[in-house]
């Protein structure tokens, strides 16, 4: 069974700055990568995924993140954030081998400050 | 733009009572999900069907039932709320099994008094 982590509960930062969402995950075989962003009171939207192929991802609205093996992560990153990006940012791991549960974390809470 | 539909969108009752969720999905998918997400925003997985075949059936409460009436629809049944059971719920759909990208709902949020 896979399991994702989130290291920071709560990030805040100013409007402009660049930001790194950290995600962890723990599974032995291939195993899909995404991440989802909710803002208060709305359900949770798809911002990108990885599989396989380029590290490197891109997502909507100027979301990239990045995978490493290695590490065990996919970090999601933004160069400069805006006020709208304050929500909560959930990785999730889907494991291909067909357990057919997609586990999430237990969610970053992002505050971009005007 | 929605194409995953939850209806209510809130729902109060009180210990005892029985409700239901229904959620309908616009987008052709064959997978259909269920998740409890607490007061702190962790997120369970409760359920999933796939082409209206139970799939994923998690360790909850037998009050709790599912139903599938064809590969759109995947509604949700509490026999006997708890206080417990007060949270929101959010239904969730894919195109096939473990694809990374899941189609969510705007949440029922069920307060039980």
Known sequence: TQTVSQSDAHVTVFEGDSVELRCN????????????IQH????????????????VVQGVNGFEAEF??????????????????????????????????????????????? | ETAVFQTPNYHVTQVGNEVSFNCKQTLGHDTMYWYKQDSKKLLKIMF?????????????????SPQSSDKAHLNLRIKSVEP??????????????????????????????
Request: aromatic residues 16%; contains cysteine; charged residues 15%.
């Open chain 1, 25 to 36: 995950y723990s599974y032995g075989g291939s195993i899909y990568l995404s991440w989802y």
């Open chain 2, 48 to 64: 999933s069907y796939n082409n209206k075949q139970l799939i994923v059936n998690e360790t909850v409460p037998r009050r709790f």
């Open chain 2, 84 to 113: 417990e059971d007060s949270a929101v719920y959010l239904c969730a759909s894919s195109w096939g099994v473990n694809t990374g990208q899941l189609y969510f709902g705007e949440g029922s949020k069920l307060t039980v008094l």
């Open chain 1, 68 to 114: 490493s093996k290695s590490d065990s992560s996919f970090h999601l990153r933004k160069a400069s954030v805006h006020w709208s990006d304050s929500a909560v940012y959930f990785c999730a791991a889907s494991a291909s081998g067909g357990n057919y549960k997609p586990t999430f974390g237990k969610g970053t809470s992002l505050v971009v400050h005007p």
């Open chain 1, 40 to 55: 208060h009171g709305r359900g949770l939207q798809f911002l990108l995924k990885y599989y396989s192929g380029n590290p």
